[in-house]
């Protein structure tokens, strides 16, 4: 089965532009999650869906950051405008259902870098 | 509130030796926890779960793990390192019903020959 596709792969931009991110989770994964890490940390959840609904968006920058998923499949994420601190890995993972005992498949990540 | 603690951000062992990752967490429910792996410019990988069936949990790549709940504690253990096992592990906690996962800050598994 195909995996957790995220698109770019890299980013570099300058701050105060704009950046968007694209993931497409596996086929029949109702969740999916947005992660950001940051060099010598662990992933930090930025925002869960539930098909196309938001589960929590608690540590999600609401004043710059945005995530959206329209059809319950494919999700963006969207950060505008973009700050030096901003610069980390964004990784998406989906998993089959939002309960705590299944596993997430997490996506190769973005890697983000602002100057 | 669920956390989790990994201790050593840096852990390094000659090839064939026992390797040994700590983690410790906090869950006020009982926990479901996970190790994954990233190697470099690649997402995490699932090595393996504890979800309260076996407390010795068996995961891919020869790795292992225990469930000890008297100790809060689920360390990552493997009879003997490879060079190929060189990567970052991360301990994740989850809990029942809606799955909020936590992880620790990861430990850095650097293999000499």
């Known amino acids: 089965e195909a995996g957790v596709a995220q698109s770019p792969r890299y980013k570099i931009i300058e701050k105060r532009q704009s950046v968007a991110f694209w993931c497409n989770p596996i086929s029949g994964h109702a969740t999916l999650y947005w992660y950001q890490q940051i060099l010598g940390q662990g992933p930090k959840l930025l925002i869960q869906?539930?098909?196309?609904?938001?589960?929590?968006d608690s540590q999600l920058p609401k004043d710059r950051f945005s995530a959206e998923r329209l059809k319950g499949v494919d999700s963006t994420l969207k950060i505008q405008p973009a700050k030096l601190e901003d610069s980390a890995v964004y990784l998406c993972?989906?998993?089959?259902?939002?309960?705590?005992?299944?596993?997430?498949?997490f996506g190769p990540g973005t890697r983000l870098t602002v100057t | 509130a669920q956390s989790v603690t990994q201790l050593g951000s840096h852990v390094s062992v000659s090839e064939g030796a026992l390797v040994l990752l700590r983690c410790n967490y906090s869950?006020?429910?009982?926990?479901?926890l996970f190790w994954y792996v990233q190697y470099p410019n690649q997402g995490l990988q699932l090595l393996l779960k504890?979800?309260?069936?076996?407390?010795l949990v068996k995961g891919i790549n020869g790795f292992e793990a225990e469930f000890k709940k008297s100790e809060t504690s689920f360390h990552l253990t493997k009879p003997s390192a490879h060079m190929s096992d060189a990567a970052e592990y991360f301990c994740a906690v989850g809990s029942g019903g809606s799955y909020i996962p936590t992880f620790g800050r990861g430990t850095s598994l650097i293999v000499h020959p």
């Open positions: 869906f539930q098909n196309n609904g938001v589960v929590d």
């Open positions: 993972a989906s998993s089959l259902v939002s309960q705590g005992s299944y596993e997430q498949y």
């Open positions: 869950s006020s429910v009982p926990p479901y």
């Open positions: 504890y979800t309260s069936a076996a407390t």
